[in-house]
């Protein structure tokens, strides 16, 4: 069979070409590879990085989304926070606005007790409250601290109006010593912080010297001072800081006074007086100052009188009495100067009985009744008020039993004892209130022995007064035993207790004689 020539394929020229060139193709072979490979690894790094590219957009946009989330959050945290500091602020402006305005314009009015024990603790709650939500507010601490001071006044402040609650006074006065003594760790120089801190002591002297803590309450009060005399010293021409010194000398004078020391306390109210007329001078139309110094001549006179200088404390007493006696008439509203007004009225009388012008006393007294017997009615909360009146009522049975209507006398003594012993059953820790309802006792041990006395009268009732002597007396000395053992008797009652038990034997003494028909009348017990 013949051969065919044909052309050479695709494939055979291939061969043939590699064959010749097998170095060139070789070369050539490893070219394509690696730039396939790299094509490959090329497009794999591509998809790669394209994946993660659109990773990184999707977390940029949610991160974007987050952020404006968290803004708008943002945003609506800080118009709620400012909305809840609005409000904070405005139940604070309030409770500010209880205290230290509607408060003030009614502190001095008569019946207002009730009230402002109302809105004093309203203000505390508020504040307690707000106080609970937040720390670190110093602003806020002072008006907690001026707020306890307040509820306090209210509560026993024995120089105004006030509920009768002395050891509720206490506690309200020392948690506001607490908060700014914590203030005053950070701020030592603050002269408000200072001076609030002077008021707190203050304000605890007048109640431990109402519950009989003598020399603790001297303490305080020269506490008080120390501060106040710094202050003062640091600020010559400061008025209320220089009034403020007229007042500590005032306490420390009192303190002084309670214990016995009356030439100290002398000492003490004329300092007061002299600071507190040197700034009358200054402004004579300032009413706070006008009664600073009526007060001080109020003191003055009590302490020339425990020192036997009648005429140079019946002095005192009416120098005193013309100047409250005006500040009543500018302004006859108010309840404070009423009880200064009563309180000089009472003074004066205490003069004039004790130099024989009863008559006199008797219209003195009389006039301090009508005055406490108004605050009481206006107000029958008032417990300062009606140890007033109480007083008063054993003022004038004094007078009474003097001048010789002792059936009168007795009446008189009877009230005063009615609401001694209410006050003195409503707040028991008050030592004032349990001395005055043992005076009460004694007062009618010896009404009841003058009665007994009579010869005049039936045997038969002069042994009932008798018998009714012996028991107030045995009243009276139980009561003062009480303070007694207590350590609360005061210097001035020392030997009470053995006066009032010589009386109820010279009672039972006559007693004895009545009932074996003898005639002899009773001797005269000792006076309260």
């Not at 012996?470 to 210097?491: I, N, P, V």
Request: aromatic residues 6%; hydrophobic residues 45%; charged residues 25%.
């Amino acid at each position: 069979m013949p051969i065919v020539a044909r052309p050479p394929s695709a494939a055979y020229q291939i061969r043939k070409f590699v064959r010749r060139h097998a170095a060139l193709t070789g070369l050539a072979a490893t070219v394509f590879l690696a730039v396939v490979t790299i094509a490959v690894v090329a497009s794999v790094q591509g998809a790669r990085t394209a994946a993660a590219l659109q990773d990184e957009r999707r977390q940029r946009e949610r991160a974007v989304a987050a952020e404006q989330r968290a803004a708008s959050e943002a945003e609506r945290a800080n118009a709620e926070a400012a909305n809840a500091r609005r409000r904070f602020n405005q139940v604070r402006e309030l409770a500010r606005s209880f205290i230290f305005d509607f408060h003030a314009k009614i502190a001095d009015l008569a019946g207002a007790t009730p009230v402002r024990e109302f809105l004093v603790e309203t203000a505390l709650r508020y504040l307690d409250n707000l106080a609970s939500e937040t720390s670190g507010e110093p602003s806020l601490a002072r008006d907690l601290a001026s707020a306890y001071i307040k509820v306090g006044d209210v509560q026993g402040n024995p120089y105004g109006a006030n509920l009768g609650d002395t050891a509720g006074a206490l506690r309200s006065y020392r948690k506001a010593l607490e908060l700014l003594e914590a203030l005053a760790e950070s701020e030592p120089q603050d002269s408000n912080l200072r001076r609030g801190k002077a008021i707190s002591l203050d304000k605890i002297g007048r109640i431990q010297a109402a519950l009989g803590r003598l020399d603790a309450s001297l303490l305080s009060f020269q506490n008080s001072l120390s501060i106040v005399e710094s202050i003062a010293r640091a600020a010559p021409k400061d008025a209320r800081a220089q009034f403020n010194l007229s007042v500590g000398h005032d306490r420390v004078g009192r303190a002084h006074a309670a214990l016995g020391q009356w030439p100290e306390a002398l000492a003490r109210y004329r300092e007061s007086f002299a600071i507190a007329e040197d700034l009358l001078r200054a402004a004579p139309a300032n009413r706070g100052l006008q009664r600073g110094v009526a007060l001080a001549y109020v003191m003055i006179g009590d302490t020339l009188e425990a020192l036997e200088q009648t005429d140079e404390a019946l002095d005192a007493f009416q120098k005193g009495h013309e100047i409250v006696t005006a500040l009543v008439q500018a302004d006859q509203d108010n309840a404070t100067f009423r009880r200064d007004l009563a309180t000089s009225h009472e003074r004066i009388g205490g003069i004039q009985a004790a130099i024989g012008r009863t008559a006199d006393a008797l219209s003195s007294y009389r006039e301090s009744q009508r005055i406490w017997s108004a605050l009481v009615q206006a107000d029958p909360d008032d417990a300062n008020a009606r140890r007033g009146l109480s007083i008063s009522h054993n003022n004038l049975g004094d007078v009474l039993l003097a001048m010789g209507p002792m059936t009168e006398a007795l009446a008189s003594y009877r009230q005063g004892l009615n609401t001694a012993q209410a006050l003195a059953r409503n707040d028991p820790d008050n030592v004032d209130l349990r001395r005055d309802l043992a005076v009460s006792y004694w007062k009618l041990s010896e009404v009841h022995l003058a009665l007994g006395s009579d010869r005049a009268a039936r045997r038969s009732d002069r042994l009932r007064h008798l018998r009714e002597a012996r028991s107030w007396f045995e009243h009276a000395l139980g009561a003062f035993e009480e303070l007694r053992k207590a350590d609360l008797l005061s210097t001035a009652d020392a030997d009470v207790p053995t006066r009032l038990l010589r009386g109820m034997q010279e009672c039972e003494a006559a007693i004895v004689q009545l009932e074996r028909g003898e005639a002899q009348p009773p001797p005269p017990a000792a006076e309260p």
